[in-house]
């Protein structure tokens, strides 16, 4: 067997998908998930059947004991951290619980790594840590003082976290800023989701704004690409943009959704929500240069993808 990885979060949409690509290529896999109702849990449970031999752990990050537990027995060669509270939104309404998770659970893992500083550990970040910038595409570089959401505070927090235990204890990371990932097993709350399920019940998609917000939409199996890139490669402290480095407005995303359907969307227009921004743009040339990430799925295929995908689960 290859090395041995542990997957926080490994039950859900973008952890399954890892963990499918990391059984595939030989490595014995562990996943942490707590199997929590933020979305139907049997969703997560139906993923674990794309994971024969993997190792299943059902518990919640914040289980200190438990954390110390099994990273003290694992012997892990690494930890990819996708358990959180996903959504910018939901954040709105309880930023205490985003902050519980998604930055004390964080530094759970952080704490119980500092006895085991050879463990890489790849951390998910987001999109969102950019804010509502004008200046694109997004850089590694960018100045991001200024996140637009409890969600986008908690992920910049917890690469600061991340950066200071590397500094102090010498552990290797690598935090992936994903952008908006799509694709088979996506969570029904996803807008991509709930658009895809609209059109083909006939219903309306919400629709918010004027239809002008762009998107760096990114498919999961590059997503998955760049995690794997990145978990290979993970060495000091750096971070990455993973995502397709284009752009789709809504009204573009609504018209090919409609295009893969092949039926013609009704929308419920809304005005725009607090905490989403007006573009995300990834400039991957760093991802690039260091990874060979090489994203490929136009928004097009991958919706094609994700239509076939979704009829086929129905």
């Not at 933020?38 to 794309?50: E, G, H, S, V």
């Not at 590397?166 to 029904?188: C, D």
């Amino acid at each position: 067997m290859g090395q041995h990885v542990l997957i926080t979060g490994g039950a859900g949409f973008i952890g399954s998908h890892v963990a499918q690509a990391l059984v595939a290529r030989g490595e014995r896999v562990t996943i942490l998930d707590n199997f929590n109702d933020f979305y139907d849990p049997a969703i997560k449970r139906a993923n674990l059947t794309y994971l024969p031999g993997a190792v299943v752990v059902t518990g919640d990050i914040r289980d200190r004991p438990l954390v110390d537990r099994l990273l003290g027995e694992g012997r892990f060669d690494a930890v990819i951290h996708l358990a959180a509270m996903a959504g910018v939104r939901p954040s709105i309404q309880d930023p205490l619980h985003y902050e519980d998770v998604n930055v004390r659970g964080t530094l759970h893992l952080l704490e119980a790594l500092k006895a085991r500083p050879l463990t890489r550990f790849v951390f998910a970040s987001s999109s969102s840590v950019y804010g509502d910038r004008a200046d694109v595409p997004f850089r590694e570089t960018d100045d991001i003082h200024h996140p637009v959401s409890p969600y986008a505070a908690t992920k910049r927090a917890g690469e600061l976290h991340c950066w200071t235990y590397h500094h102090l204890y010498g552990i290797p990371v690598s935090a992936l800023r994903f952008f908006t990932v799509y694709g088979p097993r996506q969570r029904p709350e996803m807008a991509i989701h709930k658009f895809v399920k609209a059109v083909l019940e006939g219903r309306p998609v919400p629709f918010f704004g004027d239809g002008s917000t762009r998107r760096d939409y990114t498919y999961v199996d590059d997503i998955v690409d760049g995690v794997l890139r990145a978990l290979d490669r993970c060495a000091g402290y750096e971070i990455y943009n993973l995502g397709e480095s284009a752009t789709t407005s809504l009204s573009e995303l609504v018209g090919l959704i409609g295009e893969a359907c092949g039926r013609e969307p009704l929308l419920d227009r809304q005005p725009m929500q607090p905490g989403d921004v007006l573009v995300t743009y990834a400039d991957v040339s760093k991802a690039r240069a260091r990874l060979g990430y090489d994203p490929r799925t136009s928004v097009r295929e991958g919706l094609a993808r994700f239509v076939r995908w979704y009829r086929e689960q129905r």
